[in-house]
């Protein structure tokens, strides 16, 4: 199989450890060139899979991590004549990526990327329960201590148990 042309052209769509997703350009999305691209890949000892998607343009590529790094990989992709672009645009996940596991957490999280983010320190474990306690007595100065709807001393319930929750006595 001859590919249509030498050189491709893709972009870098997404990368987890272990697997990246590549989006050609439209000129390098024929059939053939596609076909080729994975019967070259396939040939990379250290890739476990390729799967292409013809009409998107991706193809999908899952590599073993201890055999490759993903300069690795786009070496693998120039070795083949496929010039990656915008690698430093594509999301990227690495091992120290965590989810938080607990609303503390969630929240410390949150703070340290507003923070990065804007370059200032805000303190949301403060700021979320000071939002509620605001909302709480916003609906009493307005409704009074209605039960019919949503009452104002949930949200002062709100701030009081985030405060507590956000603040845990250290022992």
Not at 2 to 24: F, T, W
Not at 78 to 105: H, M, Q, R, W, Y
Not at 130 to 156: D, E, H, K, Y
């Amino acid at each position: 199989m001859i590919p249509e042309k030498r050189r491709y052209h893709g972009r870098v769509a997404s990368h987890i450890p272990g697997r990246v997703r590549v989006k050609l350009a439209p000129a390098s999305r024929s059939a053939r060139v596609m076909a080729h691209i994975k019967e070259q890949l396939k040939g990379v000892a250290g890739i476990d899979a390729v799967d292409l998607n013809p009409a998107t343009g991706s193809v999908t590529v899952c590599y073993d991590r201890a055999k490759h790094t993903m300069e690795g990989i786009r070496r693998v992709f120039e070795d083949i004549d496929v010039v990656l672009a915008n690698l430093t645009d594509a999301p990227s996940f690495d091992e120290s990526c965590k989810k938080p596991t607990t609303f503390i957490g969630a929240v410390e999280d949150l703070n340290r990327r507003c923070s990065e983010s804007t370059g200032v320190n805000i303190d949301l474990k403060k700021i979320l329960p000071l939002t509620l306690l605001g909302a709480g007595l916003w609906a009493i100065a307005r409704q009074g201590l209605r039960v019919s709807q949503v009452p104002a001393w949930v949200f002062l319930w709100l701030a009081f148990d985030s405060f507590v929750k956000l603040h845990p006595v250290r022992r």
